[in-house]
């Protein structure tokens, strides 16, 4: 067993785990936080996508060791005072989710990719979460919801975004 | 209560999804987040080899294992395992070998169960897998269908004597719905015939399948990621001999089916056969590996297709004989995948004369089964490409040549020579509104002129008018082909004191916003607000009864049934408002939500004011039972037959081999859009999935009958980064045959994409004398077809 210290979404656990344990798999059944979830054994889905100290990261690609003294923030801890994050106002708003089951992970790694390039193209968007499957919505409106996102927190708007068209 | 002003119709408003709430904060209920006292993990030891007898097989080291609490194999089970269900018994002969959830002497495809562990931790169940010790004998392997089907073939299996299971014929000229097909291609002017590979895929929800099982309580209680948990709690009770009340199925939160979650499965019945010997509940979640390897494929059929026509490019016949790949079993609706395309090969055309054969075959592969649009796709891409390739032969534009057979809209309602009635339907204003959007002529322009310089990027125009048959489906047509139940699906209403409404529907949401939809529905039918309703479903506990999620049904047919009990809830209010209005009952008229005296305005009684009414029932008119709810079931009494146009430019790199999409454009008539937010979305999800089918994906198989795209890394699923934005647009000609007028849109954009893409890969690559490039159109492939010798690859 190692022994791990780590803050999730705000709060700091210190646990014994066996060292072979994912951080995904540490989250998920030593912490509960089953908001993040496992789609492939691969590192290809990207759905256990997780921010480690800011950053993007496939939780099943990293030991819950290797978290030891960090700060991990799941989906469940993106919203502040009950208030959602632009990036999961923009997906309600737009459409950009349907099961649901990648949303967690494509949420996290917008979040993430938007620190990098606030501003980006369409094209910048659909390279950005190229780490990421999703197999219900084609991308389309996650491309959009991401765009939204972008211009509402750069305007600093964390309100909700006015209704969006829809061109059906 | 007061009564409200006029509120704007729900129907038809890009409502934002009450389901996004859970899913966008992480608050979900996957199966796999289950976690009950005392629970155990299943692992499952797969068959590595393709076909083997099991010569030898031992788990007592792994039994001894720490953390192991059991491990059995199918020979510890065999006598009450049974076969896993296959529901569709296509001809009266059809050859229906048993699937045992757990192989005993005999493994026919890699991946197939052979034993499993439980044990108190996954990671303890799936550690003691390798303590498992197995002798297999190698068998020959069959894979090729039609190698499969030559005389002295090896077989899958041995005591049946043959690699065929069935052989389904239809026949216009002999079931009276059109012309002797035969006699028909004797007229012909043209005759063009070829072959069509539908590549195996694999439906790839996002959300590998998880079950848990409990049989601690009075009941037994399985949650399961799963479409259809009313016909898995009938098949598991027939199955595992407990009675049908003592059986309750959860479908929590299900992250995607795609058809790929409509069976009744091999790690679910083990999971119950754990946790019935234990006494504890048991956990099995499966892997993605595991997933791509035993989880049902789809598609796999070759297909040759073959069209009658005169020189003026007016179609006379058609000839379909398809090989449909099985893989080592039936699966739950398997043989009658092909049989759902058997229908719509003749497409939105005129057709005097038809005729289909398929075979189903056996192969040491996994199973298929009902994937996304399920044997429509096959058929619609079958005959799309070769409507393309009449207009070639004919020296006709594509289009010309479906203009001139398709069905025009003041022809409807219109029997086709599959014996179908399409209700309704308008190709000419899906058409041009695709035609204009798309700017057709001008990209004919561009096409001409990259030609005319020899450019490296060529251009290529696709063209998809398709049509499919959804809305599953009036219970006489199912029976006519054997399917093992019926088609209706069940609605509940449930007027709830305070005036909120709980909404039952028997179909099982996995992703296509029910809960949104039809609380969109009943706000307008019962005037109460769209945040005052609930919709429960996925439970045999509050769902009592169902078909399921399926063949685009939900809305078509459990949409209906959903209205008609909102009218019997007004009914059955209507006598209690009128003792509240001092009335007589027919003097009564209900609208926007509340009831009043005939011709006098002002304030009148909601549905919750006659809600309360019964609830407290103090004074209610004499011989009124106090109760408001209603049930409704909807048999549908036809199909129903969404439409559209799609079209689709690809640029091809010749010296790469790579295909941009460049343009695309789906113009779909799905009847009346009760949410077009959800409209929209299924169609590009849907596009996606066909476009994935055109260009990326395929379930690989060597010479051995391994899996070799066993994992995410080589079933390629495409990114965002390997797509691009499309335009959607809609028609809307309304399903005559009931009151919603809806026709559902959930396998529509898979249907229909397939064939654009190819086409205009093809189209691309004409004039260097290709007339098809197989599935997926990948980069080598392409650049093959582009430039080695006599083009076609």
């Given at each position: ?7 999730v979404?705000?709060?700091r656990y210190?646990d014994?785990?066996?060292a ?7 989250l998920r059944?030593?912490l509960?936080k089953v ?12 759905a256990c996508?997780?921010l480690l ?6 939780s099943c690609?990293?030991?819950a060791?290797q ?9 469940e801890?993106?919203?502040r005072?009950g208030v959602?994050?632009p990036v999961?106002?923009a ?12 949303t967690p992970?494509?949420i996290?790694a ?10 980006p ?13 999703c197999r219900c919505?084609g991308?389309?409106?996650i ?8 211009a509402?927190?750069?305007?600093g708007d ?7 068209e829809v061109s059906? | 209560m ?11 408003a ?13 608050r ?16 499952v030891?797969?068959?590595p080899?393709?076909?083997?007898r099991i010569s030898h097989i ?5 039994r001894?294992?720490s ?14 395992q049974?076969?896993?269900p ?9 050859v229906h ?9 005999e493994?026919?495809h890699?991946?197939e169960?052979v034993?499993v562990?439980i044990?108190?931790s996954r990671?303890?169940?799936v550690d003691?897998l ?7 004998e190698d068998l ?11 005389e ?7 005591d049946k004597g043959?690699?065929?299971s069935?052989?389904?014929i239809?026949?216009?000229?002999a ?5 002797s097909?035969?006699e028909?291609?004797?007229?012909a002017e043209?005759v063009v015939?070829?072959r ?8 790839s929800?996002m959300e590998?399948r998880s ?5 601690t309580?009075d009941?037994?209680?399985?949650w399961?990621s799963?479409?259809?948990p009313?016909i898995t ?6 199955l595992?001999g407990t009675?049908?009340h003592?059986?309750r199925?959860i479908?929590p939160?299900?992250?995607g089916?795609f058809g790929?979650?409509i069976?009744?499965?091999a790690e679910?019945m083990?999971?119950f056969?754990?946790a ?5 509940p ?8 595991d997933?791509?390897v ?17 020189r003026?490019?007016t179609?006379?016949?058609?000839r ?9 079993y039936l699966g739950?609706?398997?043989p009658g995948?092909?049989?759902l395309?058997a229908?719509m090969y ?8 038809y005729?289909f054969?398929?075979s ?11 994937y996304?649009?399920?044997g ?11 409507m ?14 479906r203009?001139r057979?398709w ?5 409807f309602?219109f029997?086709t ?8 339907g308008?190709y000419e204003?899906?058409t ?7 700017g ?7 096409q ?14 696709g063209?998809?008018t ?7 489906a009036p ?6 082909l054997?399917?093992?139940a019926?088609g209706?699906e069940?609605?509940?209403?449930r ?6 409404v ?7 949401a996995?992703?296509?916003?029910h809960?949104?939809a039809?609380?969109?529905i009943?706000a ?18 509050t769902?009592?009864?169902g ?17 008609q009990?909102c009218?019997k809830v ?11 209005l001092?009335?007589d009952v027919n ?9 009043r005296v005939?011709?006098?305005p002002?304030?009148g009684?909601t549905?919750?004011?006659c809600?309360l009414?019964v ?13 408001l709810?209603?049930e409704?079931v909807y048999d549908?009494t036809?199909f129903?037959f969404?439409h559209?146009?799609h079209?689709?430019?690809v640029?091809?790199d010749?010296?790469?081999g790579v ?7 789906a113009?779909?008539?799905?009847g ?8 929209e979305?299924?169609?590009h999800g849907?596009v996606?999935?066909?476009i994935?089918?055109?260009l990326?994906?395929e ?7 391994n ?10 699923l495409?990114?965002a980064?390997?797509?691009?934005e499309?335009?959607t ?11 919603l007028?809806?026709?559902g849109?959930?396998?529509?954009g898979?249907?229909?994409s ?8 093809v189209?691309a690559l ?6 098809d490039?197989?599935m997926?159109?990948t980069p ?7 430039n080695l010798s006599?083009?076609?690859?």
């Amino acid at each position: 067993m190692a022994s791990v210290s780590v803050t999730v979404d705000g709060v700091r656990y210190d646990d014994d785990v066996e060292a072979r344990t994912l951080l995904v798999h540490y989250l998920r059944e030593n912490l509960g936080k089953v908001g993040t979830v496992v789609g492939c054994d691969t590192s290809n889905c990207g759905a256990c996508t997780v921010l480690l100290n800011g950053r993007s990261v496939k939780s099943c690609s990293v030991l819950a060791v290797q978290a030891d003294g960090q700060e991990v923030t799941t989906v469940e801890g993106l919203a502040r005072d009950g208030v959602l994050h632009p990036v999961q106002q923009a997906f309600h708003d737009r459409h950009a989710l349907q099961c649901g089951f990648c949303t967690p992970g494509m949420i996290m790694a917008a979040v993430s990719f938007l620190a990098d390039e606030p501003n980006p193209t369409g094209e910048q968007i659909r390279e950005g979460i190229e780490g990421n499957l999703c197999r219900c919505t084609g991308y389309q409106n996650i491309v959009r919801a991401i765009s939204d996102a972008a211009a509402a927190m750069r305007s600093g708007d964390t309100a909700q975004p006015a209704a969006t068209e829809v061109s059906v | 209560m007061t009564v409200t002003d006029e509120r704007p119709a729900e129907v038809g408003a890009p409502r934002r999804r009450k389901e996004d709430a859970r899913l966008i904060t992480g608050r979900t209920n996957w199966t796999d987040n289950i976690v009950l006292p005392g629970m155990h993990y299943m692992a499952v030891l797969r068959s590595p080899v393709a076909h083997a007898r099991i010569s030898h097989i031992d788990v007592s080291a792994a039994r001894s294992r720490s953390g192991v609490v059991d491990a059995f194999t199918g020979a510890d089970i065999a006598d009450f395992q049974g076969s896993l269900p296959c529901a569709w018994p296509v001809t009266p002969d059809m050859v229906h070998p048993n699937r045992p959830p757990l192989a005993v002497d005999e493994v026919r495809h890699v991946g197939e169960p052979v034993a499993v562990v439980i044990a108190r931790s996954r990671n303890a169940a799936v550690d003691a897998l390798e303590a498992i010790d197995v002798d297999y004998e190698d068998l020959p392997v069959v894979l090729d269908m039609e190698a499969a089907l030559a005389e002295g073939a090896d077989l899958v299996h041995s005591d049946k004597g043959t690699n065929k299971s069935y052989t389904w014929i239809f026949e216009s000229g002999a079931a009276g719905t059109g012309a002797s097909t035969d006699e028909a291609f004797a007229q012909a002017e043209v005759v063009v015939k070829r072959r069509y590979k539908q590549q195996r895929l694999i439906p790839s929800f996002m959300e590998p399948r998880s079950v848990v099982v409990d049989p601690t309580g009075d009941v037994i209680t399985v949650w399961s990621s799963t479409q259809i948990p009313h016909i898995t709690r009938f098949l598991m009770s027939l199955l595992t001999g407990t009675p049908e009340h003592k059986v309750r199925i959860i479908a929590p939160d299900v992250g995607g089916g795609f058809g790929g979650k409509i069976g009744v499965t091999a790690e679910e019945m083990l999971s119950f056969f754990a946790a019935r010997r234990l006494g504890k509940p048991v956990k099995y979640t499966e892997t993605r590996s595991d997933s791509l390897v035993s989880a049902h494929h789809g598609r796999d059929q070759i297909q040759d297709i073959e069209i009658a026509a005169k020189r003026d490019g007016t179609v006379l016949g058609l000839r379909v004989n398809l090989l449909a790949n099985m893989g080592a079993y039936l699966g739950l609706v398997a043989p009658g995948v092909p049989l759902l395309g058997a229908f719509m090969y003749n497409a939105i055309y005129k057709f005097p004369a038809y005729r289909f054969e398929c075979s189903g075959v056996f192969t040491n592969t996994t199973i298929t089964d009902a994937y996304r649009g399920a044997g429509r796709p096959e058929a619609t891409y079958a005959i799309e490409r070769l409507m393309d390739e009449l207009a070639v032969e004919l020296g006709l534009d594509p289009m010309e040549v479906r203009r001139r057979n398709w069905i025009r809209h003041e022809e409807f309602p219109f029997t086709t020579v599959a014996g179908l009635t399409y209700d309704s339907g308008n190709y000419e204003a899906a058409t041009d509104k695709a035609m204009a959007l798309f700017g057709y002529d001008a990209l004919r322009a561009e096409q001409a002129s990259r030609r005319a310089s020899g450019d490296q990027v060529q251009l290529g125009l696709g063209i998809s008018t398709y049509t499919e048959m959804c809305g599953l489906a009036p219970s006489r047509i199912l029976g006519a082909l054997s399917y093992g139940a019926g088609g209706w699906e069940h609605a509940a209403v449930r007027m709830l004191p305070t005036g909120k409404v709980e909404v039952v529907t028997g179909s099982s949401a996995h992703g296509q916003g029910h809960e949104t939809a039809w609380s969109q529905i009943v706000a307008d039918q019962l005037g109460v607000a769209f945040e005052d309703i609930e919709v429960l479903h996925g439970d045999t506990r509050t769902s009592v009864k169902g078909l399921d999620t399926y063949g685009s049904r939900s809305l078509a047919v459990g949409g209906i049934a959903l209205y008609q009990a909102c009218q019997k809830v007004i009914e059955n209010a209507k006598p209690v408002a009128a003792h509240m209005l001092e009335c007589d009952v027919n003097d009564v008229e209900f609208s926007n939500g509340s009831f009043r005296v005939r011709g006098t305005p002002g304030e009148g009684k909601t549905l919750g004011d006659c809600a309360l009414a019964v609830f407290a029932a103090h004074n209610l008119p004499d011989g009124i039972e106090p109760n408001l709810d209603a049930e409704a079931v909807y048999d549908p009494t036809n199909f129903s037959f969404p439409h559209g146009t799609h079209l689709c430019a690809v640029e091809i790199d010749t010296e790469t081999g790579v295909t941009k999409i460049r343009k695309y454009v789906a113009v779909d008539d799905v009847g009346r859009v009760v949410n077009p937010l959800i409209v929209e979305g299924q169609i590009h999800g849907g596009v996606v999935q066909g476009i994935a089918q055109a260009l990326f994906e395929e379930a690989v198989y060597d010479g051995s009958g391994n899996l070799l795209t066993g994992s995410f890394v080589d079933y390629t699923l495409p990114s965002a980064a390997d797509l691009v934005e499309m335009t959607t647009d809609r028609t809307e000609s309304p399903a005559p045959g009931h009151p919603l007028g809806v026709k559902g849109v959930g396998e529509a954009g898979a249907i229909a994409s397939t064939p654009a893409v190819v086409n205009a890969i093809v189209d691309a690559l004409r004039p260097r004398g290709v007339n098809d490039v197989e599935m997926p159109c990948t980069p080598e492939r392409v650049w093959r077809a582009a430039n080695l010798s006599g083009g076609a690859q």
